[in-house]
């Protein structure tokens, strides 16, 4: 029977490299599929050029198609089109990006706990978001009895419509962004508080008082915690001179030293603060107040199952990426390569009508440089989560109204003082990037110092085996 | 229960009545909790207990006195040595014989560990219901590894059955004392950093610092023991000021040196949840040195008295009073002279400590109530049995 | 002013210094190597030969050395063994165990059996494996009613008795039926219809209750009145 038993466990008999090449090619190819997509539809969604691409459709087809001979219903249908299949494309990118966190957030996770985490389902447990998300289609879909019917329905659309309103001002590389609005961190700052809405909703139409508390905890928590987000938003706006997001990111540099976070005064506190407030924003430890297992088994969510429960889950990790992107944008350089700066793009461009191979390479890389970067801070909430215990409601707002939100301001006065004092002595400006960036490599060096010591006082050693 | 809520509802009270449990991620076992609360804020919350009744008294008295042992292990599955000891204890005051030392010993250095095991579930399971997941997993890990020294000891990771009437069921196997030398000289390095880790995390200290007081008076009153009494600062533990077993043995006294760590507001007031919580990983600490102390003078001899075959003790009383993990664990036994008991009747820690969380939640928050519960490190089997 | 600005900004100094301390402590075991077994096929050796000789595992009878005295029948506190011996008249009078069942689905493995036995027949394996769709097919059964074995004579002044090696007989015994295999057919069949809500016959209600006794009986136990499949 024991021999029986092992012939039928599934890893055993599927060849491990099979299994690793294939997803390696799901993991990396489908994102890359969906941002392929997401970058030839974006162009083309504008009028001119979806018009452009239909008369060449027609031309390669044989039918004589002229967009511009259309009714004006027939212009606005092409154009609805275009834009619903981008929309389409950018909420499955936001979603398969929102697994793949999960998947990600587990494994980082289980190591820190002692335990390997996910393994069997794919390399390294890499499918097993989507073994969570085929499971959770395949629930009993139910709406309690004495829910509020529409409201209980609607409320997940709520926070996935917030969540993934987000990709489309997020910049992703140099030139590879859905919509550069001019007013993109006000745009990205309002979408997201349409979360606040579906959770209310989620907690109040679930006609279940646990799943009220839930609700209420978090509507609190989110909105106090906007205030110092805000706040901590302007200083990057200040030093940028300018609302837009790809915009902030040109006025900041490659190197440490020019990242809003570490080139003044004011930027290692601003991070700080918008950091803590986007965890509370996220609902994520030590603000997961609505969400506390403990507590509440799963708070606002509590009457929610199947396909529903999944896009909350889903947003709640896609959030988790959303916060990291943000942060890297205002804070952390976004995109910007070392050695490339702006004369390099343009000069990889050319000046054909379209660009060269190399800017496109160029432009991967600065993708890749924006991922890297957005990872580590995704590493950094991971970190956090799983390291801190939970804060009761009164404590956090103290911490938002007495704590965070005077230091939001201190830090948006001092940057209004530095600006001043570097506008009179520019070399002041670059001298505070490089003192800055010193102090945090010290403190980066002494903590991983301390690292290897608790390691070596646990009578252990550094071994990354056991996957 | 249902006059109180129809008698609320009636009233047109704005207050909600929740049940917390009993399937409930964070009450210590299926224990249900009837909350009346107004928003936040508790007015006060009934213990509903006895989800977890199997008759364990009641089986006592069918099963014959070294049949009941095994039962034993399943008053308190979390911390099953203590039982053991309990019963035998009490067979034995029963039938008038006496263990041998070396099965004192034997006795006292199981229950130490087990009660390092114990008081890692405690305080990891009390983290993890603050919210910090981290600090449980790792407290699980190092009761694998007690687990596993007590499995080489007698072949079973939870349900011991380990002590017998008249002495312990095996010898220390070949290799045994050197494994638990090498696992203790490993776990004081983890409780260091296990304290690093959470116990003086800020933002867990602010959970439970001034929470739930229990003051010296109240803590008597209501009956508490263990560590829970020790938290609120009364400097009581059986071992010492009530000595049984191998704890009256002079010679075990003098080899071994007992601490009793004892609630000072530590970080907010005496008899706080924080005063409670450390306690326990204080004493985990004492734990791992008098099993230390006790492993290195051991007397040799033999490991059980004889006991005949059965067991028919005259017809009496006898307490047998036994310093658990979760407290005073109390067996009274009812012998009428045939080979099964009239009457089994055990006193537990965890059951007294129910009894105060109705007086001590009125006006806790709900999060509170939670830290209360798990301070308090009851278990559903040890309530009711 | 200082007091307050002490009370002020102490907690955050705290707070920043404990969380430093919390996060490099996750991080050192985030380089550790994680403590999970991955049982049951990413192991270095089988799990059952991981666990300690004393592991109280599956029970074990090796029969060419049981003497039929039954302690451990009496031993055991939730009558877990069923064990008959008889006196066989084609050997001569010899007593012969022709029933020596063991419910594995009941035993709690506390091992009171195994210390009374007089030659260390009786005793707990490292086997844990035996998952069965039915859970009547874990009652093995270590004796043959119609091939009973004879009681072992127990030699003067022996002090060990030969055994099968420890596991060996159990192991055979999981290993011969698949974990699907059909429920025992000798036993009675379950019912196939819910309890009745009346009790068929309360004796001290019979005063009052015969004729509604009477009328209840016939409708409410049809199938519980069937002869056993033989």
Redesign the interface.
């Known amino acids: 029977?024991?021999?029986?038993?092992?012939e039928r466990?599934p890893?055993?008999r599927a060849n491990p490299r099979a299994v690793l090449l294939g997803t390696l090619a799901f993991g990396l190819g489908l994102p890359l599929l969906l941002f392929a997509a997401v970058l030839v539809l974006s162009p083309l969604s504008r009028p001119v050029m979806a018009a452009a691409l239909v008369r060449w459709l027609g031309q390669a087809l044989g039918t004589g198609w002229e967009p511009s001979a259309w009714s004006a219903t027939g212009q606005q249908l092409l154009y609805g089109v275009s834009i619903a299949l981008l929309a389409v494309v950018l909420v499955s990118f936001g979603a398969v990006v929102s697994g793949m966190t999960v998947w990600w957030e587990m494994r980082?996770s289980?190591?820190?706990?002692?335990?390997?985490g996910y393994?069997r389902v794919g390399a390294a447990g890499f499918f097993q978001w989507v073994a969570d998300a085929v499971k959770l289609l395949f629930k009993e879909d139910l709406v309690p009895a004495d829910a509020d019917h529409a409201l209980f329905r609607a409320a997940p659309y709520f926070v996935l419509v917030g969540f993934a309103l987000v990709f489309v001002a997020l910049p992703f590389g140099e030139s590879l962004v859905a919509a550069d609005l001019d007013v993109g961190v006000f745009y990205v700052v309002s979408v997201t508080a349409l979360v606040v809405v579906g959770i209310l909703l989620a907690g109040w139409s679930s006609n279940s008082k646990w799943a009220l508390f839930g609700g209420m905890r978090s509507a609190a928590q989110v909105i106090s915690y906007e205030i110092p987000a805000g706040i901590a938003i302007l200083v990057p706006v200040m030093l940028a001179g300018t609302l837009s997001l790809q915009g902030i990111i040109r006025a900041q540099g490659p190197w440490p030293w020019q990242w809003f976070a570490l080139a003044t005064p004011a930027g290692p506190l601003a991070f700080l603060v918008f950091f803590v407030a986007q965890l509370a924003e996220g609902n994520r430890t030590p603000f997961d107040l609505p969400e506390a297992e403990s507590e509440l088994v799963a708070g606002y969510l509590s009457e929610y199952s199947s396909f529903r429960f999944a896009l909350y889950f889903l947003v709640e990790f896609g959030n988790l990426w959303v916060m990291a992107a943000l942060a890297v944008t205002l804070f952390l350089g976004g995109w910007q390569v070392p050695f490339a700066g702006p004369e390099a793009f343009a000069a990889a461009r050319g000046t054909a009508v379209l660009p060269a191979a190399g800017w496109w390479g160029l432009q991967i890389l600065s993708m890749g440089v924006f991922a890297v970067k957005t990872l580590l801070v995704v590493n950094l909430i991971v970190?956090?989560r799983?390291?801190?215990p939970r804060i009761r409601v009164d404590q956090m707002m103290t911490l938002c109204w007495k704590?965070l939100v005077p230091f939001a301001f201190a830090a948006l006065a001092v940057t209004m003082v530095w600006q001043i004092v570097v506008s009179r002595a520019p070399a002041v400006g670059d001298a505070t990037g490089l003192v800055l960036t010193a102090a945090a490599l010290l403190l980066g060096a002494a903590?991983l110092r301390?690292?290897?010591r608790?390691?070596a006082a646990?009578h252990?050693?550094?071994?990354?085996?056991?996957w | 229960m249902e006059k109180l809520i129809l008698r609320k509802i009636e009233a047109g009270r704005e207050e909600m009545i929740l049940n917390f449990g009993p399937q409930h991620p964070s009450t210590h076992g299926v224990i249900n909790l009837l909350v009346e609360t107004d928003g936040e804020v508790l007015r006060r919350a009934i213990p509903d207990v006895g989800y977890l009744h199997r008759g364990l008294e009641k089986i006592g008295e069918q099963?014959?006195y070294?049949?009941?042992?095994?039962?034993t292990d399943r008053i308190d599955y979390v911390a099953a040595m203590f039982p053991n000891e309990g019963w035998a204890t009490a067979v034995e005051r029963l039938l008038g014989i006496e263990a041998p030392p070396r099965a004192q010993w034997l006795r006292a250095i199981s229950c130490e560990l087990c009660r390092i095991a114990s008081h890692l579930v405690s305080v990891g399971t009390m983290a993890m219901d603050i919210g910090a997941f981290?600090p449980m997993l790792?407290g699980i890990?190092e009761r694998?590894k007690v687990n596993?020294l007590l499995?080489?000891?007698?072949?079973?990771r939870l349900?011991y059955?380990y002590h017998r009437i008249g002495g312990v069921?095996?010898d220390l196997?070949e290799g045994w004392r050197d494994e638990c030398l090498r696992f203790l000289d490993h776990f004081d390095a983890f409780l260091s950093?296990f304290d690093?880790?959470?116990s003086?995390?800020?933002?867990y200290v602010?959970r439970l610092a001034g929470i739930a007081v229990v003051s010296r008076e109240q803590a008597i009153s209501f009956g508490l023991s263990g560590p829970n009494l020790r938290g609120s600062g009364v400097d009581f533990d059986l071992r010492r000021d009530m000595p049984y077993g191998s704890w009256a043995l002079p010679d075990f006294t003098k080899a071994v040196r007992l601490e009793v760590p004892v609630g000072k507001g530590f970080v907010g007031k005496t008899g706080d949840c924080f005063d409670r919580y450390y306690v326990r990983c204080l004493e985990m600490k004492v734990s791992a040195r008098l099993v230390r102390e006790a492993l290195a003078s051991i007397p040799e001899g033999e490991i059980a008295a004889k006991v005949p075959?059965k067991v028919k003790p005259e017809p009496g009383e006898v307490m047998s009073r036994i310093e658990s993990a979760r407290g005073e664990m109390a067996f009274y036994v009812v012998s009428d002279g045939t080979d099964k008991a009239y009457r089994v009747r055990v006193r537990t820690g965890s059951f007294t400590g129910m009894g105060i969380v109705e007086e001590l939640s009125r006006g806790l928050m709900l999060a509170d109530l939670v830290a209360l519960i798990a301070s308090l490190d009851v278990v559903a089997p040890e309530i009711d049995r | 002013m200082s007091q307050a600005f002490r009370e002020y900004a102490a907690?955050?100094v705290?707070?920043f210094t404990?969380?430093?301390?919390?996060?490099?402590?996750?991080?050192?075991?985030?380089?550790?190597?994680?403590?999970?077994i991955?049982y049951?096929?990413?192991t270095p050796i089988s799990v059952r030969d991981m666990?300690?000789?004393?592991?109280?595992g599956f029970l074990e009878v090796d029969a060419a050395i049981c003497t039929g005295c039954q302690a451990c029948e009496r031993?055991?506190?939730?009558s877990v063994i069923a064990i008959a011996v008889e006196k066989d008249p084609a050997q001569g009078n010899q007593r012969v165990v022709t029933q020596f069942d063991i419910d594995l689905a009941k035993c709690?493995?506390?091992?009171?059996c195994v210390?009374?036995c007089p030659t260390g027949s009786i005793q707990?394996t490292r086997e844990f494996?035996?998952?069965q769709r039915h859970v009547r097919n874990l009652v093995v059964r270590w004796a043959d009613p119609l091939k009973p074995f004879p009681v072992y004579k127990v030699p003067k002044g022996a002090d060990h008795h030969p055994r099968a090696p420890l596991g060996s007989l159990v192991r055979a015994k999981?290993?011969w039926?698949?974990?699907d295999a059909p429920a025992p057919e000798f036993l009675p069949p379950e019912p196939k219809v819910a309890a009745p809500a009346v009790p068929a016959a309360i004796p001290a209600a019979a005063a009052t209750a015969p004729p509604a006794a009477a009328s209840a009986a016939p409708s409410t136990s049809p199938t519980v009145k069937e002869e056993p499949k033989p």
């Open positions: 029977m024991t021999g029986q038993r092992h466990t890893g055993a980082v289980s190591r820190m706990q002692s335990r390997v393994n970190w956090v799983w390291t801190l704590y903590f301390k690292t290897f608790n390691v646990a252990d050693r550094v071994d990354l085996t056991n | 099963v014959g070294p049949g009941f042992m095994p039962f981290t790792h890990r694998e596993d499995e080489a000891l007698c072949g079973a349900t059955n069921a095996f196997p950093e690093r880790l959470i003086w995390n800020e933002l602010r075959r | 907690p955050v705290r707070t404990s969380i430093w301390d919390g996060l490099s402590i996750t991080l050192s075991h985030l380089l550790r190597r994680p403590t999970t991955q049951p096929d990413r666990l300690p000789p004393r592991y109280r031993a055991c506190p939730i709690m493995f506390c091992g009171l210390e009374p707990h494996e035996g998952s999981m290993e039926q698949r974990w």
